[in-house]
């Protein structure tokens, strides 16, 4: 019995290196709604984990080894793209959905990750669907666009994957903010 306590305990005793997808500089795009809520992200249950899925192979999942995610990856998606695109939108007050302090939204950003890993060319690769849309259903466009980013990664280090994520996740904010001010500026309704 103590035996497998002790093996137990030696399997917990190694902590992983925990990563974050981190906020990247763009282009400011002045012009569009006062107020823009991002919705958090909807991510494929095989990604929505706690370790990093490093790559989607040969039929399986290869993990990075004792790396992993420092909060949920629908929410750290959804924090780093708000930040990206209140940067990009200087006009606009962007917050993510279920903040605290929040207002009356005029634009919405919506995002499914169907793959956030490297490809089997050992490239970053964010894909999945964009959508932008305003606050009054039937009213003015709903943008939605297929997602495809990629970005060339120099080796296989779990650093290099999140800075290459992180890449692409600011590629994301750049498009969802060229959407967001393609929408029709409608007055704020109480």
């Known amino acids: 019995m103590l035996g497998v306590m002790g093996t137990a305990l030696t399997a917990c005793g190694s902590d992983p290196t925990l990563y974050s997808v981190a906020a990247v500089p763009g282009a400011a795009q002045p012009g569009g709604p006062v107020t823009v809520e991002v919705r958090t ?7 929505d984990r706690d370790e990093i899925v490093r790559q989607d192979k040969d039929y399986k999942l290869e993990i990075a080894k004792g790396n992993a995610w420092s909060e949920p990856i629908g929410d750290m998606i959804g924090r780093v793209l708000t930040h990206d695109l209140a940067q990009r939108l200087p006009g ?7 903040d605290a ?4 939204a005029q ?3 919506e995002v499914t990750i169907t793959a956030f890993n490297a490809d089997q060319q050992g490239n970053a690769l964010l894909t999945g669907s964009l959508s932008v849309h305003g606050d009054k259903p039937g009213i003015g466009p709903n943008l939605t666009v297929p997602v495809q980013l990629q970005a060339h990664l120099d080796n296989k280090r779990a650093n290099t994957l999140v800075a290459g994520l ?5 590629q994301l904010a750049d498009l969802a903010a060229q959407k967001i001010r393609a ?8």
């Open 166 to 170: 992180s890449t692409l996740t600011g």
């Open 107 to 109: 634009a919405f950003v």
């Open 183 to 190: 929408l029709p500026v409608l007055p704020i309704t109480p």
């Open 101 to 104: 302090v929040s207002t009356k």
């Open 41 to 47: 992200p909807v991510v494929t249950a095989s990604l």
């Open 92 to 98: 606009s007050t962007v917050f993510a959905q279920n």
